[in-house]
């Protein structure tokens, strides 16, 4: 079973402070995003990487850094957090298109971020 | 850029009873369509995908066919289960930027008894 873990799964942040939430894949996958979900807004991609060194914006990357250090390792940085990012965040890896798996991403169970 | 609209926010049926969430897309590109499901306290998870035009495809009970004619792939299940209740997210990728996923913003499910 494909496994992709985020930390930490909660966090109460103040509003200036930095932030970062980290995602681990064991899929040996090249590809991994960053979704934040709200209500009426459904997932909407922040960053995303081809593999490690690579990050690319997504729809909505203002107030987010990404890094990939590794192929395992993908980081979202808020440097400084604000309540509108109060969110819940998920991570996701994902193959290369061409072969069974095409478009099955796989997530982690998500972070609560709450920032005062 | 690339769009995915589902018109319907919540939905609410009774046990055995037919469902059909909408979904439609914009892109200028072949597309490629999926359904992904999210149960409550759970990480999003595939139902099923399409990239082949008036293909019906099927898993779990639950089929869509992708209609590149009307820029549709709406999700049916012929009679919903209590279990079904969840968050349903219609998705588009295409071939210009294939290994990116956009989402539309959910429909929750409730069946109820």
């Known amino acids: 079973e494909a496994a992709v873990t985020q930390s930490p799964r909660n966090k109460v942040a103040v509003t200036g402070g930095k932030v970062t939430l980290s995602c681990n894949q064991t899929n040996n996958h090249n590809n991994m995003y960053w979704y934040r979900q709200d209500t009426g807004h459904g997932l909407r991609l922040i960053h995303y990487s081809y593999g490690a060194g690579s990050t690319e914006k997504g729809d909505i990357p203002d107030g987010y850094k990404a890094s990939r250090p590794s192929q395992e390792n993908f980081s979202l940085i808020l440097e400084l957090a604000t309540p509108s990012q109060t969110s819940v965040y998920f991570c996701a890896s994902g193959d290369d298109w061409g072969g069974a798996d095409t478009g099955q991403l796989y997530f982690g169970e998500g972070s609560k971020l709450t920032v005062l | 850029g690339d769009s995915v609209t589902q018109t319907e926010g919540l939905v609410t049926l009774t046990k055995g009873l037919p469902v059909m969430l909408n979904c439609t897309y914009q892109t200028t590109y072949s597309p490629f369509l999926f359904w992904y499901v999210q149960h409550l306290n759970e990480a999003p998870k595939l139902l099923l995908k399409?990239?082949?035009?008036?293909k019906r495809t099927e898993h779990q009970g639950f089929y869509a066919t992708l209609h590149k004619s009307s820029s549709s792939f709406h999700l049916q299940k012929s009679s919903v289960q209590l279990s079904d209740s969840a968050l349903y997210f219609c998705a588009l990728s295409d071939w210009s930027n294939y290994n990116v996923l956009y989402f539309g913003s959910g429909t929750k499910l409730t069946v109820e008894p």
């Open positions: 399409s990239s082949t035009d008036n």
